[in-house]
């Protein structure tokens, strides 16, 4: 599992707040005045003020293939895979790669604030990981897309640890929800109802051992989460993890996912 850690926003400035990461991260100074975030696209906002209601909620299928949906015709995405990096530096993130200190079980991080991190140049970005495979970096950015579209605002800066910590006896249960919303995001967002749809359909009939490969090949992601998203969707018949004594774990790892 992979937990996050939200860093609080505080007056503080100059206060190091991860070390593990092998990066000084310090706190925006909100107290400067004139400064200000990006500007964040008229959808976005809109997407905001819709989801503001529900915050206290896990996300409803309905509501977040509503948002997923309008984000992906925004960005002119008609076909799988998507491509989150794509979206992201179309929504003014800078993509960094690093290598994060051996241990630090950190996946990546990201910064959504008023004031640039130098070391950056910039106000808006995510770190990835460069040692991670394919599938969790473009998971990583996904879930951080689902903070940015779910969780973040206009005015207070936002500031997230990626992180396989197990920390969640310490997350309250705000913390817990965010963390789940952003990643119930990252998955519609890779796999959105209205493709994935349209590929059961195609294949109806197709056994899972066969059709669970081909969605994790075309939706670029590994096959637990396709199993665990269509779960979620609600297909019914869907096999358990470990069907015939093959385990879908297991075959990520053979094929160098998570
Ligand atoms: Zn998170």
Wanted: proline residues 4%.
């Amino acid at each position: 599992m992979v937990y996050c850690r939200i860093l609080p926003f505080s007056a503080l400035s100059n206060r190091k707040l991860y070390p593990e990461s092998g990066i000084e991260w310090y706190i925006g100074r909100k107290e400067l005045m004139g400064l200000a975030k990006k500007d964040t696209p008229n959808y976005v906002e809109d997407i905001r003020r819709k989801h503001r209601p529900n915050k206290d909620k896990l996300l409803e299928k309905e509501e977040l293939r509503g948002y997923v949906k309008r984000i992906l015709e925004y960005n002119g995405v008609g076909e799988c895979p998507v491509n989150p990096d794509r979206i992201a530096r179309r929504l003014g993130f800078d993509i960094v790669w690093m290598e994060f200190k051996k241990g630090s079980g950190i996946d990546g991080m990201m910064s959504d604030r008023a004031e640039e991190y130098e070391r950056f140049g910039s106000k808006r970005f995510i770190i990835v990981d460069k040692n991670s495979n394919m599938h969790r970096r473009s998971g990583t950015i996904g879930h951080e897309l689902g903070h940015f579209f779910l969780h973040c605002n206009s005015m207070d800066d936002f500031n997230e640890v990626y992180t396989q910590h197990t920390d969640e006896a310490n997350m309250t249960i705000e913390e817990k929800l965010r963390e789940q919303n952003a990643t119930r995001f990252r998955d519609e967002l890779l796999m959105p109802w209205f493709l994935l749809k349209d590929f059961l359909e195609e294949r109806e009939g197709m056994l899972w051992k066969e059709l669970i490969p081909d969605i994790s090949q075309a939706f670029n992601v590994p096959r637990h989460r396709a199993v665990d998203h269509m779960r979620w969707s609600g297909i019914k018949d869907v096999p358990p993890k470990d069907v015939q004594g093959e385990t879908w774990y297991n075959c990520d790892k053979a094929f160098g996912g998570i």
